[in-house]
Nanobody, 124 residues
Framework: VQLQESGPFLVKPSQTLTLTCTVS??????????WNWIRQSPGKGFEWMGA???????YYSPSFNSRTTISRDNAKNTVYLQMNSLKPEDTAVYYC?????????????????WGQGTQVTVSA
């Protein structure tokens, strides 16, 4: 199973970020997988942001719930992260990670599969 994150490298403050996690080798609808977004920032280290389940249900960390949306496109076998009102402190490496059980670990190594991450810099 491979996960590949992609998205813009540079985003301006207050803009909306959309990241893509393209999955190969496993269907994102496979029971009982959860597809997570995690980030690593210079200020806060690793943070679990949220997840979308095989069923389509979504779960969010309280820290991100108000401005984050996780969605998916089953036909493309792709998971998305959308975050609005970006701030410079949102500068981070964003990872997609997956496992066959629900978890909120901020560490990608605690998941069965994870991508290499994509750098996002928020700056004017």
């Amino acid at each position: 199973v491979q996960l590949q994150e992609s998205g813009p490298f540079l985003v301006k403050p207050s803009q909306t970020l959309t990241l893509t996690c393209t999955v190969s080798g496993e269907s994102i609808e496979t029971k009982y997988y959860f597809w997570n977004w995690i980030r690593q920032s210079p200020g806060k280290g690793f943070e679990w942001m949220g997840a979308i389940a095989y069923s389509g249900s979504t779960y969010y960390s309280p820290s991100f719930n108000s401005r984050t949306t996780i969605s998916r496109d089953n036909a493309k076998n792709t998971v998305y992260l959308q975050m609005n009102s970006l701030k410079p402190e949102d500068t981070a490496v964003y990872y997609c990670a997956a496992d066959g059980r629900f978890g909120v670990s901020p560490h990608t190594s605690d998941y069965k599969y994870w991508g290499q991450g994509t750098q996002v810099t928020v700056s004017a």
